[in-house]
T-cell receptor, first 111, second 113 residues
Framework: DQQVKQNSPSLSVQEGRISILNCDYT??????FLWYKKYPAEGPTFLIS?????DKNEDGRFTVFLNKSAKHLSLHIVPSQPGDSAVYFC??????????FGTGTRLTIIP | ETGVTQTPRHLVMGMTNKKSLKCEQH?????MYWYKQSAKKPLELMFV???????ENNSVPSRFSPECPNSSHLFLHLHTLQPEDSALYLC????????????FGAGSRLTVL
């Protein structure tokens, strides 16, 4: 049973517009959430994270929102750039447990 | 070389072959991990090593045999694999065990015929 779900396998967004990637989780024990980004032929790289004590964390063009009551996490990229085209993985964990990853969403930014 | 380096990048093997995947990290990290990424599935944690001691084996079949001779090197020995073992195998490291931020290698794409 997948505890972290990314229901959209792919997303296409026009350059300059906002990209919104979504992630749902089922384990209410999760208290730390991350987004990783993966380019083809490269390993995933850490992008941004958020603790469950917050509902928003911003880093430049990237903002992660956490809605604990809905068990929902989203990543906003504004404005979207061609270099943002990649696969984005949502991940979560709690305490000393292992990271649980989603299946990823492939984002394509259209010039 | 910096970061986490994995070799080979691509490997094709028959079910009766024996091969090994190698991972080396140049970051001075203490923990190393093997992950498996199959199509349309989440990254699956396979093994965790902390200061070259195995701390987790995530119910991985014995046809996968990890080896960690020191904190900088990690191997995954493969023998009598099945076609369903075809996947991208990712090595990662972190400063401390169970850290949330992992540094991944580019992966070894394995095809079992």
């Amino acid at each position: 049973d997948q505890q972290v779900k990314q229901n959209s396998p792919s997303l296409s967004v026009q350059e300059g517009r906002i990209s919104i990637l979504n992630c749902d989780y089922t384990n209410s024990m999760f208290d730390y959430f991350l987004w990783y980004k993966k380019y083809p032929a490269e390993g995933p790289t850490f992008l941004i994270s958020i603790s469950s004590i917050k509902d928003k964390n911003e880093d430049g063009r990237f903002t992660v929102f956490l809605n604990k009551s809905a068990k929902h996490l989203s990543l906003h990229i504004v404005p979207s750039q061609p270099g943002d085209s990649a696969v984005y993985f949502c991940a979560a964990n709690f305490g000393n447990e292992k990271l649980t990853f989603g299946t990823g969403t492939r984002l394509t930014i259209i010039p | 070389e910096t970061g986490v380096t994995q070799t080979p990048r691509h490997l094709v093997m028959g079910m009766t072959n024996k091969k090994s995947l190698k991972c080396e990290q140049h970051l001075g990290h203490n923990a190393m991990y093997w992950y498996k990424q199959s199509a349309k599935k989440p990254l699956e944690l396979m093994f965790v090593y902390n200061f070259k001691e195995q701390t987790e084996n995530n119910s991985v079949p014995s046809r996968f045999s990890p080896e960690c001779p020191n904190s900088s090197h990690l191997f995954l020995h493969l023998h009598t694999l099945q076609p369903e073992d075809s996947a991208l195998y990712l090595c990662a490291s972190s400063q401390e065990i169970r850290a949330n931020v992992l540094t991944f290698g580019a992966g070894s794409r394995l095809t079992v015929l």
